[in-house]
């Protein structure tokens, strides 16, 4: 059986315009590898309520599961609550289990919860907890899409409260060989061995040091012993 399908939509005006390096794409990738979930499209949008919305609906009618990543904190521009409820067609009002969370939390600090911090405690109708261990505000999951905070702490301690309860497939293995030599040298060993092995993915990934070029091969699948043959074929057509 295939393995599940995810995709990921990053939210914010500070991805789009350079201020902020996303490091959640990065993350993400490489648990849901581990968890047997293939990641096969990632966008990114401003803060702007028609393109999260549209963005929302298209993933979630194409992928098993989408994740995303900004905009549900407690200032203005944090809408992303908002454009799920509507893309989903649903109410979103404040929740007393997140606000009494999110009470608890502030008590204990010292602080008040006020109309802004309040704002972390709506949530859409009919969506689940996604529990916070860092900063407590929730994220939560609508239909099969995973609403998460932008900050890498907190969005990492989402997808580990996230991804257990997920049905995975296979882990994708993988294993690289390095080639001293450009990619039109290996280019035609590359494509012979792609014809036989079509259950893999072969990736070449140049690169150039001191003025010598030379190429990553990346083998990919879920089937070790298929990689270590297409891994061991290359190395001897190779000569290395």
Not at 17 to 29: E, K
Not at 166 to 189: F, H, K, M, Y
Request: glycine residues 10%; aromatic residues 4%.
């Amino acid at each position: 059986m295939e393995n599940p399908t995810a995709a990921m939509l990053v939210i914010g005006d500070e991805i789009l315009s350079g201020r902020t390096r996303d490091a959640n794409m990065h993350y993400l990738a490489g648990e849901l590898t581990k968890h047997g979930i293939d990641l096969k499209e990632v966008r990114i949008v401003s803060d702007d309520a028609p393109a999260i919305e549209a963005a929302v609906k298209a993933l979630s009618e194409g992928f098993d599961h989408v994740f995303t990543s900004g905009g549900i904190g407690p200032t203005h521009d944090d809408i992303t609550a908002d454009c799920i409820a509507r893309a989903f067609g649903v109410p979103i009002n404040i929740r007393d289990d997140a606000r009494a969370l999110l009470q608890a939390h502030y008590d204990k600090s010292g602080l008040e919860l006020n109309e802004a911090r309040m704002r972390m405690a709506r949530i859409p109708e009919g969506a689940a907890l996604i529990e916070n261990p860092v900063s407590t505000a929730p994220g939560f999951t609508i239909g099969n899409v995973h609403v998460m905070a932008g900050v890498p702490s907190v969005f990492q301690a989402m997808v580990a409260s996230v991804l257990p309860g997920l049905t995975g497939g296979s882990p994708l293995l993988s294993q690289t060989l390095r080639v001293d030599r450009g990619e039109g040298d290996i280019a035609a060993t590359l494509s012979n061995l792609a014809g036989e092995f079509q259950d893999l993915s072969i990736g070449c990934y140049p690169f150039q040091i001191n003025g010598v070029f030379g190429a990553n091969v990346v083998v990919r699948g879920t089937d070790g012993a298929r990689i270590d043959a297409a891994t061991t074929r290359l190395a001897k057509e190779l000569g290395l």
